[in-house]
């Protein structure tokens, strides 16, 4: 129940294509759904993120689709750039009531981005 | 600070030896997040922290782990007698918001990989 479930593993795209990642969770109080970036050798670094009250984010190349009835939300990398290279983590957190939150992560996606 | 700083950013330790890993957030963040990520997974919660109380220690994976943010600020992750299965990237992230039933934003360090030979 606090799983999210992260597909695909790793993902090769031609630069200026769409990447496509895809993530499932299963419990309903899940309150905030972040993307992380990691490049090797750094600590992950926010993205984009939703609130289930919506059903699509857009902050430059990269979306967030949104779908609270199926329980899926997916990030869209635009015009996917060598740069773009790096292993992608959504996440899922719940909030506390005595303050704080608590976040489960996806297994990674690991996407190159082919020159 | 800039960002949530971690120290040291590499650890050699020999089986059974103790470590400690040191966390600073960014100043100003009341929640505090020490995660450990395996070689190719995601980060894995071990506890958190909301200034200096320790709020959830679910996470931590047997009693010779141990954390503690007596100021409510730095924070020291500590390993006792470390076993190979222990060796990992552990990370630290901080967090401004507290006292929300509303999750928030979460800044990560670099994170201090151990490695237990």
């Known amino acids: 129940q606090q799983q999210v479930k992260q597909s695909p593993q790793s993902l090769i795209v031609q630069k200026g294509g769409i990447s496509i990642i895809n993530c499932a969770y299963e419990n309903t109080a899940f309150d905030y759904f972040p993307w992380y970036q990691q490049f090797p050798g750094k600590g992950p670094a926010l993205l984009i993120a939703?609130?289930?009250?919506?059903s699509e984010k857009k902050e430059g190349r990269f979306t967030i689709s949104f779908n609270k009835s199926a329980k899926q939300f997916s990030l869209h990398i635009m015009d996917s750039q060598p740069g773009d290279s790096a292993t992608y983590f959504c996440a899922a957190s719940q909030g506390r009531k005595g303050g704080g939150f608590k976040t489960i992560f996806g297994a990674g996606t690991r996407l190159f981005v082919k020159a | 600070g800039a960002g949530v700083s971690q120290s040291p950013r590499y650890k050699v330790a020999k089986r059974g030896q103790d470590v400690a890993l040191r966390c600073d957030p960014i100043s100003g963040h009341v929640s505090l997040f020490w995660y450990q990520q395996a070689l190719g997974q995601g980060p894995e919660f071990l506890t958190y922290f909301q200034n200096e109380a320790q709020l959830d220690k679910s996470g931590l994976p047997s009693d010779r782990f141990f954390a503690e943010r007596p100021e409510g600020s730095v924070s020291t992750l500590k390993i006792q007698r470390t076993q190979q299965e222990d060796s990992a990237v552990y990370l630290c992230?901080?967090?401004?918001?507290?006292?929300?039933?509303?999750?928030?934003?979460?800044?990560f360090g670099p994170g201090t990989r151990l490695t237990v030979l």
């Open positions: 939703i609130r289930p009250d919506v």
């Open positions: 992230a901080s967090s401004y918001k507290a006292g929300s039933v509303l999750s928030d934003t979460q800044y």
